[in-house]
């Protein structure tokens, strides 16, 4: 994609307070490229990309290898955030290193899907469990093996509705699978 280059000059101590901030807000060229995108299209800001500040310049670098399907799909990502690909990935790094991920909105729309989802299947749970409660009223029924395994599906759903509440909140501990 071909973009125009706009070059500006600044007073040393205000270029360094914009670096201060464009360091958290992905760099300053991203800064810039939203502040412009804010003035041209009559919008707000974004802060979509949100990294904490370093205490010292970053002097060391890796080197990472990625197949071509994954290599593209890290150009969208970081088109996407008007980023290049080494600033994408140290975002990336970087959010990973120092905070818990903020899901996107459309992430929290889905979790909240998933989250009533599970408390649907609990009040269907709960409704035969009183009608097992009923049941075992009944002369000559042992449905106390039932009952414990509907509690502890009551209680599965519960620790599901946690993790996904916990998950809205950026806490991923659950989905991390055992390697």
């Excluded at 101590?13 to 300053?28: N, Q």
């Excluded at 970053?58 to 080197?63: G, H, K, L, S």
């Excluded at 120092?98 to 408390?119: V, Y």
Aim: aromatic share 6%; hydrophobic share 45%.
């Amino acid at each position: 994609m071909d973009m125009a280059l706009i070059s500006l000059r600044l007073p040393d101590d205000l270029a360094a307070r914009f670096d201060a901030i464009a360091e958290g807000e992905g760099g300053r060229s991203a800064l810039i490229r939203r502040l412009v995108t804010a003035v041209v299209e009559g919008g707000v800001v974004s802060t979509a990309v949100e990294v904490p500040k370093r205490s010292t310049p970053a002097t060391r670098r890796i080197e990472a290898v990625f197949t071509g399907e994954e290599f593209a799909l890290i150009e969208k990502a970081a088109a996407e955030m008007e980023l290049t690909r080494s600033a994408w990935l140290g975002v990336v790094a970087r959010r990973r290193i120092h905070q818990r991920p903020k899901p996107t909105p459309r992430d929290l729309r889905e979790l909240a899907g998933i989250r009533d989802e599970i408390r649907r299947i609990g009040v269907n749970v709960n409704q035969i469990a009183q009608a097992a409660n009923y049941a075992a009223r009944q002369p000559g029924i042992d449905f106390r093996p039932e009952l414990r395994r509907l509690e502890a599906m009551r209680a599965q759903l519960a620790e599901w509705i946690s993790a996904v509440n916990k998950a809205r909140q950026g806490d991923l501990s659950f989905w991390h699978t055992p390697s």
